[in-house]
């Protein structure tokens, strides 16, 4: 590919996919890197608490040769993107500096741990916030344009709501965690979590099977406050009620699956044995609903705890739950991709004028089509749905479903 000559990439082979970019001294001691990804230095002494914060390294050579780059440990200063060393390295020496990879970069001993390289893949998809903020600013308003004059801090307000409305269920924005079931059959709910996709566990070949919520079956109670004998509440010298622990998720977690979902062998079915011991399993898939007749697993949302309690029969199981948040909750999150740019401006102006007074109601009944109908666009263009697919599923209708 060229090297970025004034269009939209502005970055080099090596710093995409490397995340490695090289300097020669001139013995100045500054040099400006280049990365989309901005520079995080918390302290260059190897020895610092928080070096480990720093999302780069640094290393030199004297030759350039691969094998001969070490670890630069001297003191810096970052300012922007520009690395300003307080001894500066002698004129002609071999300067590299490596954004933190999951590989650990390829200089020195290849140390440079981290996620920074990882995180710019496939950015080029993408704008941010702020450079939507701008362009709208720019194309929007001022004299002779639709809003004459409005205060940055209302753009960026309506502009942050209309990415948290489309993170819903346009953008597709959805985070995932791959967990184990501990013996406690639960796990916390996500810290930038708003609402569940989808829940599954994984077999030893890397299926996924989709795990079902146990709306019917059990509930966890918000409130467990303890009673006397009399059933009365007691409480506690501040006058607030005791709380004590659900009896109603004991009881879930203690719960044998098999007597839900009718997972019987047939053994069991036809053994005349069974009949004679008093089998409990006996009758159960006789009436019993197709919401339960699954042996993959429940999972219930513990509002109470913040947790998902999980059924028994997942214990020990790799999970990976599906979520969405609103967006905003990282500053990796505050991005938008292309396809949806121009949603979000008819998002932004029309929210603006929407709420001000003595505004043609034709104006507003226009923007607000438009922007329906731009946010139909980007939600068909989010959806990826390819022809080849849908004709691969078509071709699957022919086939006899035997009994």
């Not at 303890?226 to 007691?234: E, F, H, R, V």
């Amino acid at each position: 590919m060229p090297i970025p000559n004034g269009g939209l990439i502005t970055e080099t082979n090596e710093q995409y996919y490397a995340g490695a970019q090289r300097f020669i001294s001139d013995g100045s001691g500054a040099i400006t890197t280049t990365f989309n990804t901005k520079l995080i230095l918390a302290t260059s002494n190897p020895a610092g608490l928080d070096y480990a914060l720093n999302n780069f390294k640094i290393y030199t050579s004297d030759d350039g040769l691969p094998e001969s780059y070490t670890d630069y440990t001297g003191p810096v200063v970052l300012t922007g993107n520009t690395i300003n060393f307080a001894a500066p390295p002698v004129a002609g020496t071999y300067i590299a500096v490596q954004l933190k990879a999951l590989d650990g970069g390829s200089f020195g001993n290849e140390d440079a741990t981290g996620t920074a390289v990882q995180e710019n893949y496939g950015s080029y998809g993408y704008t941010s916030l702020n450079d939507v903020i701008n362009g709208f600013i720019a194309t929007y308003v001022g004299e002779h344009k639709l809003i004459p004059d409005v205060k940055r801090t209302d753009v960026i307000f309506h502009a942050k709501r209309g990415l948290q409305e489309f993170s819903y269920d346009t953008l597709k924005s959805i985070n995932s965690q791959e967990l184990t079931i501990p013996p406690s059959l639960s796990v916390t709910i996500p810290q930038d979590y708003v609402n569940y996709v989808s829940v599954s566990y994984i077999d030893a070949m890397g299926v996924k099977h989709p795990l079902y919520p146990a709306n019917d079956l059990t509930i966890s109670p918000y409130e467990v406050p303890l009673q006397d004998d009399s059933g009365n509440y007691t409480m506690d010298n501040f006058g607030d009620n005791l709380e004590g622990s659900s009896l109603t998720n004991e009881r879930w977690g203690a719960a044998n699956d098999n007597l839900l979902n009718g997972n019987i062998t047939v053994e069991d079915y036809f053994s005349y044995s069974g009949w004679l011991t008093g089998n409990p399993f006996l009758g159960q898939r006789y009436g019993n609903e197709p919401q339960y007749a699954q042996r993959n697993g429940w999972f219930n949302m513990n509002e109470r705890d913040g947790t998902i309690a999980f059924s028994s029969n997942l214990k020990d199981r790799l999970i990976v739950l599906e979520y969405i948040s609103d967006g905003l909750a990282y500053e990796l999150d505050m991005r938008i991709p292309k396809m949806a740019e121009d949603a979000l401006y008819a998002h932004i102006l029309y929210s603006i004028l929407a709420g001000r007074v003595n505004q043609p109601e034709y104006v507003i009944q226009r923007l607000k089509r438009d922007r329906s109908a731009k946010l139909r666009n980007a939600k068909i263009r989010l959806s990826n749905i390819k022809l080849s697919e849908i004709v691969q599923v078509m071709r699957g209708k022919s086939k006899w479903i035997k009994s």
